[in-house]
């Protein structure tokens, strides 16, 4: 099992930046693959970025350009870097982790981005 725990969320304003961190129970280096996923109220769970254990990465089409994800694989933490943040950035963002076809999910950190 993997136990995941988001951090980092809060409220800004629009063109600022949040760094979201999420730190995983259990090393993260044999793990498929990591992302982060986000909610916002009344829409279905989207896909934000991912990255692989070999490094790829993988980003939505609305995030491409202005979000980054990485992974620090010696501190068990894999991080969302949000730069030049919308008003329709506004969501829950989880943590994901996919590891022998399981998916671990953290509870969330909410992100608000005002106008």
């Known amino acids: 099992q993997v136990q995941l725990v988001e951090s980092g969320g809060g409220l800004v304003q629009a063109g600022g930046s949040l760094r979201l961190s999420c730190a995983a129970s259990r090393s993260i280096f044999s793990i498929n693959a990591m992302g982060w996923y986000r909610q916002a109220p009344g829409k279905q769970r989207e896909l934000v970025a991912t990255?692989?254990?070999?490094?790829?990465?993988n980003y939505a089409d609305s995030t491409k350009g202005r979000f980054t994800i990485s992974r620090d694989n010696a501190k068990n933490t894999v991080y969302l870097q949000m730069n030049s943040l919308k008003p329709e950035d506004t969501a829950v963002y989880y943590c994901n982790a996919k590891k022998d076809w399981v998916d671990y999910w953290g509870q969330g950190t909410q992100v608000t981005v005002s106008s």
């Open positions: 990255i692989t254990s070999g490094g790829s990465r």
